[in-house]
C-alpha cells in the first residue's frame, strides 16, 4: 500500500471533483492489495473450500501474487469473504497468472460463488501507517478490525491533518500497536468506500484488554482539552463509517 502525497491529492480532488485515486502508478514502489469481496454458495461450502485451497496453493503461493483469504464476520457483509492477493503493484497484473488458472477458477471455483460483490484495490500510506511489526509473520496477527470511511466532499481538506494526528498518537502509545490506513484507487460511487484503516489483533481476547489511552497520548502532544477538536474534525469529515473483523482463513489462504 503506497505513500503519497495527501496534501496534493486534495488539490486535486478539490479542482477535478474526481476521485480517491492517488499516483500510484508514478512512484518507484508502493504497497497495494487487490481485494475480492466474494459469497460463497452455502449448498456446497466443502466443495468451495477444497477447490479454493487448491486453486490458491497452484497459483497464489508466493510474491505479488500470494493471496490471503479472511472471513469477514461482523458488519453488513458478515458471511462474505475477502480473496487478498498482493502485496502487489498495477504492473504486476500484467504477468499475473492467466490460462489455465483463468479455467481453473472459472470450471473449480467460480461455480461455487453465490456472488462477487466488490473488486478493489488498496494502497497504504506508508508514512502514517505503523505497520512494520507485521512483518515476517502472516498470522500473527490474524484477526483485523476495519473500519471503512467516505469522506465528505466539502470537508476533503481535512483529512491529511486529521490522520496525521491519528498516526502520531497511535506511533506514541506504548508496546505494539499495529496500525494501517489505506486509499481506495478507484472511485466506488454510492458505495462510498474512500478510505480504510485496520486495526491489527493476536486474538479475540485483546478486544476485553484496555489498552493505552489515546486521548490521554493525543493530548500530550497537542495540549489540554484538544481531543473535542479532533472529534468535531471527524464529524466534518466522515459523510459515513462502518466497521467489520476479518478472520485469517487459513485453510484457504496460499500459505
Known sequence: MLKKCITSLM???MVLGVSFQTNAQDKKDYTMWEN???????????????????????????????????NIT???NSGSMIWQMGPMMFKHNDSRPKGAHDIDWRDNVMPYV??????????????????????????????LFVRVMEIDNDHQYLMNDFFKKVSETIKSLPGDNPWGLY???FIQGDLGRHVASVNFSKNWTEFDVEGPSFIEAYE?????????????????LFKDTFDEIWEYNKELSGD
Not at 512483518?135 to 496477527?141: D, L, M, R
Not at 500530550?220 to 466534518?236: E, H
Open 74 to 76: 461482523t458488519g453488513p
Open 220 to 236: 500530550k502532544i497537542n495540549g489540554k482539552n484538544t481531543i473535542q477538536n479532533l472529534m468535531d474534525t471527524r464529524d466534518s
Open 183 to 185: 486509499y481506495n484507487e
Open 11 to 13: 488539490m486535486l480532488v
Open 114 to 143: 453465490k456472488k462477487i460483490e466488490t473488486v478493489e484495490y488498496w494502497t497504504q500510506d506508508e508514512d502514517l501507517s505503523n505497520t512494520s511489526m507485521l512483518a515476517g509473520e502472516s498470522v500473527k496477527y490474524p484477526i
Open 36 to 70: 475480492v469481496m466474494l459469497t460463497p454458495d452455502y449448498t456446497n461450502l466443502k466443495v468451495f473450500g477444497e477447490n479454493m485451497r487448491k486453486h490458491n496453493e497452484t497459483y497464489h503461493k508466493e510474491g505479488p501474487y500470494k493471496s490471503t483469504v479472511y
